[in-house]
């Protein structure tokens, strides 16, 4: 919890554009839109959302220690008594405006990481390296939309010296407006695939969307792009449209700033070796899979392209560890003997599918490769095809048996050679018995697929059922 000021109770009035009713007495050290994560000092904004109204959290926003609560006019005569309030016309459009002040006011260097796939570990890499030589302030979790990003810009401290921010969309035109904000210094797009394809006609017109990220970005800043992706021609055209000549490349293409040449999956992640600038590197990214290494090189390449120390940054990869639902392994005992499970439910798209495969593939089991897969969702028309096309890779990757979840995921299943075929289910937690009687003495599992598919209860189901080798056996990576 942060206990230094990070907005004065009178300073951050203006940047509201807002009215008072009673003034903060304790410092605002946060900003928070959710009274379950809220801190004691945090400014509490009441965000209306699709599902809930944050008016109706004030009261309890103030019970757990709030400073104050920005609240709109609509809402403002009911909350009188509740505690400090800012009054605003909108709290979202309020929010923003103070993430552009934090902006304006702070003399950070900033990365912005948008991508179909890779966006959040690489931001959390970047992040992590990024703060060993310097303060560093990045979004949490997946902050990367119309509220996340001015959330995580509202919360950077003034003295932050790095900033990482990574940017998301669904639809053309969303990136814009959050790299306006954002203003970085160097701009990463980690690849380019065929996901949110319901809302695009093509995978061209997802890279045109990412390239929106350049609008943004600070005169002479840096570019960052994956040189194997067949985009990258259509991105790079697309930066230097926008003026900027600093354009650096990673990937395992001859003439790649940093070129991919070896990674090996061993018991502390991934050991990488690779050429940057001109100079070898090996290097250990504590998270396994050749996708983990491959966007190692982009953060190296902006830390390079801060200013920062390239040495560092590659030794201290090795404590990186990937966010929840996106590699956590857990090593459990069932009765029939110890088994790993691997959660990669965080989310789904072919790209990320194929690599969670590929990772399958190299990982060395003593017992059987079982895949635990749900849909994979916003594909549009594609759909049924893209998940389908899918027997191929799970083929190639030695998977023993297949237990499939979801409408979508059926027409895989069927796609699969008949001895591969667990079960399927129109629902994760219709799959869950065959599954845990399934899973034998040295098996690897591995359970995948988008949100909505709600694959992360079968990996509380199993965690459940079964209990850890060791308590210390747990390892992100």
Request: no cysteine; glycine share 8%; proline share 4%.
């Amino acid at each position: 919890m942060n206990t230094s000021p990070l907005w004065s109770s009178l300073g951050i009035v203006s940047p509201l554009y807002a009215r008072t009713n009673g003034i903060a007495a304790k410092p605002i050290t946060g900003v928070s839109i959710d009274t379950r994560t809220l801190a004691p000092g945090d400014l509490f904004f009441a965000i209306k959302g699709d599902n809930s109204n944050g008016h109706d959290y004030v009261a309890a926003a103030f019970e757990r220690g709030a400073s104050a609560a920005v609240v709109d006019e609509a809402h403002a005569s009911a909350l009188f008594k509740a505690g400090p309030l800012y009054i605003v016309h909108d709290t979202l459009a309020a929010m923003q405006s103070l993430g552009l002040a934090s902006r304006s006011r702070s003399n950070a260097s900033i990365v912005a990481v948008t991508g179909s796939v890779g966006k959040t570990s690489t931001k959390d890499a970047l992040a992590l390296v990024l703060s060993a030589q310097g303060p560093t302030h990045a979004s949490v979790a997946s902050y990367n939309n119309h509220w996340g990003v001015p959330l995580t810009l509202s919360r950077m401290p003034k003295d932050t010296r790095f900033g990482v921010l990574e940017i998301g969309m669904n639809h053309a035109g969303e990136i814009t407006p959050l790299v306006e904000m954002v203003r970085p210094h160097v701009a990463i797009i980690t690849t380019i695939a065929p996901v949110h394809l319901e809302h695009f006609e093509s995978v061209d017109d997802i890279a045109d969307a990412k390239a929106e990220i350049f609008s943004g970005l600070e005169p002479d800043g840096a570019v960052i792009l994956n040189l194997d992706i067949k985009q990258y021609a259509r991105l790079r055209k697309a930066a230097e449209d926008a003026g900027f000549t600093r354009i650096y490349t990673f990937g395992s293409r001859k003439g790649a700033d940093a070129r991919f040449e070896d990674a090996v999956t061993i018991a502390e992640g991934t050991r990488v070796q690779a050429r940057i600038l001109g100079r070898r590197y090996t290097y250990t990214v504590g998270a396994p899979g050749r996708h983990m290494a491959m966007n190692s090189l982009a953060v190296l390449l902006a830390v390079e392209a801060l200013g920062g120390n390239l040495d560092q940054a590659a030794a201290d990869l090795s404590r990186f560890t990937p966010p929840m639902g996106r590699g956590e392994r857990s090593f459990l005992r069932s009765p029939a003997g110890d088994f790993t499970l691997v959660d990669e439910s965080y989310n789904a798209n072919p790209a990320s599918m194929r690599a969670a495969l590929n990772l399958l593939r190299e990982t060395q089991v003593g017992g059987r490769r079982i895949a635990v897969l749900g849909d994979m969702l916003e594909l549009g028309s594609q759909a049924a095809d893209l998940h389908a096309d899918l027997a191929g890779a799970i083929v190639d990757a030695d998977v023993d048996l297949v237990f499939a979840a979801g409408p979508l995921m059926k027409h895989l299943y069927d796609a699969l050679p008949e001895a591969m075929r667990g079960a399927w289910a129109p629902t994760s937690a219709e799959i869950e018995v065959a599954l845990i009687k399934a899973i034998g003495a040295y098996d690897i599992v591995m359970v995948k697929g988008s949100n909505g598919s709600r694959m992360g209860p079968v990996v509380a189901k199993i965690k459940s059922k079964f209990a850890l080798r060791d308590a210390d056996q747990t390892a992100e990576g």
